[in-house]
């Protein structure tokens, strides 16, 4: 009998076990920089003449590791392959299916030092960081594979005389899974288990930032048990494969998380009907967010000084769920912003693979470091810097300086925005905080809803009023109420946002799993 589902716990860095455990797998992982992974084309394992290089962000010279690069051909061969293998994995008994995410869970518990490691050299995420990604990553793979268990045999129907009737939950087809690099096994891990244990098959294109853990990721599925075929690794460019695979006739779903951009093009071309295809494509899309931390007069400003930094800088911003924006009441908001700005300042930066475990490392790759100094300028013209600066120029105005050798950017404070400006209103994808002053509550909830997104927000307030008001009128699809807007838990917070941050799919929720499968009535005259 299964132990009921509980959240992976965290590691405290700062004792001495966990510490050298991390410590024993940076030194194993740096052993194996490098290696090369092959594509996963059913029992197929493909090396290619080109290949895709992931390089550490923090020390851009190093090759974290090479993967295949697939073409269309490839592409088209994992679809075929998927859809002859959706013939017999789709009849497999969904306990079956569950069984292999959890054997794949237990694999990855016993590994998650060394697979928080991959993630600190491949992402430069701090440790503790990479760790709640692994636990992310596992919570994912025990809660899915339970969730099919309940919702593998008929459901509950009114019974009719005469009748036997039933609803079952059946499979949809070949999928394509197309995840991010921001949270690389995390969100590969649940956007991939949630469609192999409700009977589909997959191809799986990782992001090219950071397909190293995903090909280690499908190790896993391997070694779990899972029969070739079913997971089909397929890394290889948006333009030739990704598009490819997206405008397939075979393929049934689409399930992304990324940029705005990038799920509005999914959207649309899954809404072509291509040749041969019978069926509508259904999209799963989790997209961008210009998430936000409101701060009213009543709260207690030292814990919302704390949240908004963990929530603006924990993994040098890169997250959709970030707050971006901080929006303070004007009674207080010279005090939370010298509080913010006290607070940021200490932060400490760089290369998250060194024994000194730094809070922030470095952003993914050249064109998010690009981009990135790109909007500060254009902040530094919208408000005033307080924090950081452009690191591409050298030491920002703050004085703050940065380690060479990788994409390193200070934690980046501007304030005095307006909500109308660009760093309010587009996403960034760093570590950039836009602060703007709200007149009264109703002014500052108004700020907050006025953006095209509707991702995470939170609200510091002591006001019970105000609190319930914003459960019904804070237009975002993950709300917090007096804690930071980032730090979603499986089964605990559902995660999906609103309006331009996707399908609000919630992912990690109870109804999930039912993205991905098709109900199906059927009745029997006694």
């Known amino acids: 009998m299964l132990t009921p589902y509980r959240p992976e716990p965290y590691v405290d860095f700062t004792q001495p076990e ?45 090759v974290v590791g090479k993967v295949a690069k697939a073409t269309r051909d490839h592409a088209e061969q994992a679809i075929r392959t998927a859809a002859e293998t959706f013939k017999t994995w789709s009849r497999v008994d969904p306990d079956v299916r569950a069984r292999v995410l959890l054997k794949a869970a237990a694999i990855m518990r016993r ?18 960081e990479a760790y709640a990604d692994a636990c992310e990553a596992i919570d994912f793979l025990d809660f899915y594979g339970r969730e099919m268990m309940r919702l593998g045999g008929a459901q509950p129907v009114t019974p009719y005389p005469g009748e036997e009737n039933e609803l079952r939950y059946i499979p949809l087809g070949v999928g394509v899974i197309i995840p991010p690099w921001n949270f690389p096994l995390a969100i590969c891990t649940g956007m991939t288990s949630a469609a192999i244990v409700t009977g589909n098959t ?7 930032a950071s397909p190293v853990i995903a090909a280690i990721m499908a190790e896993i ?3 779990a048990g899972l029969p070739p075929g079913v997971l089909n690794y397929c890394p290889g460019s948006g333009g030739e494969v990704g598009d490819h695979l997206v405008d397939h006739p075979q393929t049934r779903f689409v399930a992304f ?13 899954c809404g072509k009907l291509a040749p041969g295809q019978i069926w509508l494509k259904r999209t799963i899309l989790e997209m961008g967010g210009k998430d936000c931390i409101l701060v009213d007069e009543t709260a207690d400003l030292e814990a919302a000084a704390e949240g908004i930094v963990a929530a603006a800088f924990g993994f040098q911003g890169q997250k959709c769920s970030a707050c971006s924006r901080a929006i303070l009441h004007q009674d207080i908001y010279d005090t939370v912003l010298a509080k913010v700005v006290e607070r940021t300042k200490k932060l400490t930066i760089g290369d998250t693979t060194s024994p000194e475990n730094f809070y922030m490392g470095a952003v993914i790759d050249e064109a998010a470091y690009k ?29 703050v300086t940065v380690p060479t050798g990788g994409y390193f950017i200070p934690p980046t ?58 459960r019904h009128e804070f237009h975002c699809g993950n709300l917090y109420l007096n804690r930071k807007c980032t730090g979603a838990l499986v089964d605990v917070q559902p995660f999906g946002g609103f309006n331009m941050s996707g399908t609000d799919s919630k992912a990690g929720g109870r109804d999930y799993l039912l993205l991905f499968m098709q109900g199906k009535s059927i009745t029997e005259r006694l």
């Open 18 to 62: 966990p510490r050298q455990k991390m410590l024993d797998a940076l030194a194993s992982v740096r052993g194996q920089l490098g290696r090369t992974w092959p594509l996963r084309i059913g029992a197929q394992k493909l090396q290619t003449d080109k290949t895709i290089a992931s390089l550490a962000p923090a020390h851009h010279a190093t």
């Open 111 to 128: 590994r998650i030092y060394e697979l928080a490691a991959w993630m600190c050299f491949e992402e430069s995420k701090s440790w503790i």
């Open 202 to 208: 997959v191809v799986l294109k990782p992001a090219s």
């Open 221 to 223: 599925f391997e070694d």
């Open 257 to 269: 998380t990324g940029s705005m951009e990038i799920g509005l093009r999914i959207f649309e071309r």
């Open 371 to 399: 981009s990135i100094n790109d909007y500060i300028r254009i902040g530094e013209r919208e408000g005033r810097l307080v924090a950081g600066g452009a690191s591409d120029q050298g030491p920002g105005k703050s004085g």
């Open 413 to 470: 404070i501007i304030e005095g925005v307006d909500r109308n400006a660009r760093i309010a209103q587009e996403e960034i994808f760093g570590p950039v905080l836009a602060v703007t002053r709200a007149k009264s509550f109703d002014d500052g909830l108004d700020i907050a809803n006025g953006t095209k997104f509707g991702l995470t927000g939170a609200l510091y307030s002591k006001d019970r009023f105000r609190l319930e008001r914003a």
